[in-house]
């Protein structure tokens, strides 16, 4: 996971992890999204992330990823 991303929502969906995650950019004014999976039963073992400027998007993307693990 990207250093400075917190988890706002995380579910375990059979062997794996799904997070959704915001970073607030400082200086910048604007903040970053991601989903993140994990590549285990390891919680703290992420396989990917895929970052988003929009929080609709993320949000779109982590219900997707949930799913597709189900």
Not at 25 to 31: A, K, N, W
Request: proline share 3%; net charge neutral; aromatic share 14%.
């Amino acid at each position: 996971m990207k250093l400075g991303m917190t988890a706002i929502k995380k579910q375990q969906v059979g062997s794996r992890w799904v997070w959704l995650c915001e970073e607030s950019l400082p200086g910048q004014g604007c903040r970053e999204w991601a989903t993140y999976v994990s590549i285990s039963p390891d919680e703290v073992a992420t396989e990917y992330g895929h970052y988003f400027v929009r929080y609709s998007n993320a949000v779109a993307d982590f219900e997707a990823r949930v799913k597709q693990y189900s």
